[in-house]
């Protein structure tokens, strides 16, 4: 057998329906196989199988379930579902949850399930081939924007300078020219450390694992710890839960989330509070703040690219830090919604979804 035969991980509890992939798939693949949910998950983050075939019925838990484990765990490692007899609905509830593709176990043959393995290991090619444009699109813009931000600071720096050095022999239009070149020099410097980070979101394969959002926020809090004391800000944090994602996204997400509620608070200091609560299977955090609020006619595209917050005249809000939360939260399986009207603050509510206790315990252990 060539060396280069691709490895496939087999989740299935039905002897019968084992023994049949085993002689559909002997000479062409190198087959593998576990009869539960909780080990299949298991056996990916162990041995990374080139692609995965999950049964749509399983003894511990729900086949659906396992699927998100999975392609939140690997987005690299294709699943494809063996729907049993009457399970059709469960496999394009699948198909949308992101498996690549599912074949009936009821009319199995050599073909059909062979070109399902197939079309999922060139769909799990292509994307790796995307994610690797992504990193390069991410170096080239990290280039590109550390020798702006030099010329920025640089313009920053030199407008300063000659305002301080010719104080004397400028008239008020002359002095207020630098003052403007000066200040849009620096929020342009600022910008692009913003445009960075939201190209750099999910450029890199996501370490996923167990994160206590009590250490996320304590993070946070220690990295606005200035912007707080400057606003005499007041934080409420609630116990908050322990959620299945990737650490530096969530802090990213967080600081996105408290820094606007900070820095967009309306005549008195920013008051704000964390808060969470379980439904329906998912974590949705809430963060309300007493601030200036959003027009119910924006809330609809607030969390698209380069859509400002709108703060009035002073404001230098550039939107992608609610555009890259929204990523963030997208890459997490999750949803983020806004509330608010002008001036009587907002509310962002985000959901992760949280793999059931079965899934958990397991994770727990390794």
Same mark, same amino acid.
């Given at each position: 057998?060539?060396e280069k035969?691709?490895?496939?991980?087999?989740?299935?509890?039905d002897?019968?329906?084992?023994?049949?992939?085993r002689?559909?798939?002997?000479g062409g693949?190198?087959?593998?196989e576990t009869?539960?949910?909780?080990?299949g998950?298991?056996?990916?983050s162990?041995t990374?199988?080139?692609?995965?075939l999950l049964s749509?019925?399983?003894p511990d838990t729900?086949?659906?379930?396992?699927?998100?484990q999975i392609?939140?765990?690997?987005?690299?490692?294709?699943?494809?579902?063996?729907a049993?007899?009457?399970d059709?609905?469960i496999?394009?509830r699948?198909m949308?949850?992101g498996?690549s593709g599912?074949?009936?176990?009821? *009319?199995l043959?050599? =073909?059909?399930?062979r070109?399902?393995? /197939? %079309?999922?290991? #060139?769909a +799990? &090619?292509l994307q790796? !081939?995307?994610?690797?444009?992504r990193?390069?699109?991410?170096?080239?813009?990290g280039?590109?924007?550390k020798e702006?931000? *030099?010329?920025l600071? =640089?313009i920053?720096e030199?407008s300063? /300078? %000659?305002?301080? #050095?010719? +104080? &004397?022999?400028?008239? !008020?239009?002359?002095?207020?020219?630098?003052?403007?070149i000066?200040?849009?020099?620096?929020?342009m410097?600022?910008g692009?450390?913003?445009?960075?980070?939201?190209t750099?979101?999910?450029?890199?394969v996501?370490?996923?694992g167990?994160?206590?959002?009590?250490?996320?926020?304590?993070?946070?809090?220690?990295?606005l710890d200035?912007?707080?004391r400057?606003t005499?800000?007041c934080?409420?944090v609630?116990?908050?839960?322990?959620?299945?994602?990737d650490?530096?996204?969530?802090?990213?997400?967080?600081?996105?989330l408290l820094s606007?509620?900070?820095k967009f608070?309306?005549?008195?200091?920013p008051?704000v509070?964390?808060?969470?609560?379980?439904?329906?299977g998912?974590w949705?955090?809430?963060?309300?703040?007493n601030?200036?609020?959003?027009?119910p006619g924006?809330?609809?595209?607030?969390?698209r690219?380069?859509d400002?917050?709108?703060a009035?005249p002073?404001?230098?809000?550039?939107?992608?830090g609610?555009a890259?939360?929204?990523?963030?939260?997208?890459?997490h399986?999750?949803?983020?919604?806004v509330?608010?009207?002008?001036?009587?603050?907002?509310i962002?509510?985000?959901t992760?979804?949280?793999?059931?206790?079965?899934?958990r315990?397991?994770?727990?252990?390794?």
């Open positions: 057998m060539s035969s691709p490895r496939v991980l087999l989740i299935d509890d002897l019968v329906d084992c023994e049949v992939a002689r559909l798939l002997r693949y190198l087959l593998s009869p539960t949910g909780i080990q998950v298991e056996a990916v162990s990374r199988p080139d692609c995965v749509t019925r399983l729900d086949a659906l379930e396992v699927l998100d392609v939140r765990q690997s987005r690299v490692v294709p699943v494809v579902l063996m049993e007899a009457g059709e609905e496999a394009e699948g949308a949850g498996a599912f074949v009936s176990k009821v *009319s043959t050599v =073909h059909n399930l070109a399902a393995i /197939e %079309l999922a290991l #060139r +799990a &090619s790796r !081939d995307l994610e690797n444009a990193r390069e699109l991410g170096l080239i813009t280039n590109l924007t702006l931000r *030099s010329s600071q =640089h920053a030199s300063h /300078e %000659l305002r301080t #050095r010719l +104080a &004397s022999h400028l008239d !008020d239009r002359s002095a207020a020219d630098l003052a403007f000066q200040e849009r020099a620096l929020e410097s600022a692009m450390d913003d445009l960075v980070e939201y750099l979101v999910g450029t890199a996501s370490s996923a167990w994160v206590d959002l009590n250490e996320v926020i304590r993070q946070v809090l220690d990295k200035e912007a707080v400057q005499s800000a934080i409420e609630e116990p908050l839960p322990m959620v299945w994602g650490t530096p996204s969530l802090i990213r997400l967080l600081m996105n606007n509620s900070i608070h309306g005549h008195g200091s008051v509070r964390v808060s969470s609560h379980l439904k329906d998912e949705e955090i809430s963060i309300q703040d601030g200036i609020g959003i027009d924006r809330q609809s595209t607030i969390f690219p380069l400002p917050i709108d009035g002073s404001s230098d809000g550039r939107g992608l609610l890259t939360s929204a990523r963030i939260v997208e890459q399986g999750g949803r983020i919604r509330f608010s009207n002008p001036g009587a603050g907002s962002f509510r985000f992760l979804r949280t793999p059931p206790e079965g899934l315990a397991a994770s727990d252990r390794r």
